[in-house]
């Protein structure tokens, strides 16, 4: 099975840290959406979206490519992302547009990522010290078990 995550982690490398555990579980490419708007999913079987979470939602770039891509017939995506303050399900808005397209969520994972953002910041953060090693550990388990 050909697997590669495409992830966007611009607020301290938390989500791209989770990325790369599971990519080693899954022996899956990497793309940073970032930095590559397009990129060509046709030859994965198993695509990977991981995002921080920015105002309760995945990163835009991912939005719009989830949105405006054509997935194959037998693609199945999984989801994950890291938070701040992990109170509600972040995957949802995501797993609707899928849905929509009638494209198979096989999974998802949530964790916490350290957040500076506004007046956390000053106060030194929210979840320092996340992604721990257990995390990380747990979302290439996660990854692993996918296939
Ligand atoms: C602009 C901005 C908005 C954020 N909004 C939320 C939010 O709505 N909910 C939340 O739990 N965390 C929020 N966070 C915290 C990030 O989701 C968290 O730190 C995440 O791990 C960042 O991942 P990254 O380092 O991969 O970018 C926000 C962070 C930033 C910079």
Known sequence: MKSVIIFASTHHGNTKKVA???AEGLSADL???TRDKNPDISAYDLVGFASGIYFNSFHEAIKNFVTHTAFCGNQKVFLAATCGV???DYTRGIKKILAQKNVPCVGSFQCQGYDTYGISGKLGGIAKGHPSQQDLEKAKRFAMNLI
Do not use: T
């Open 20 to 22: 790369e555990y599971m």
């Open 86 to 88: 992990a109170y509600m």
């Open 31 to 33: 793309i940073d959406i």
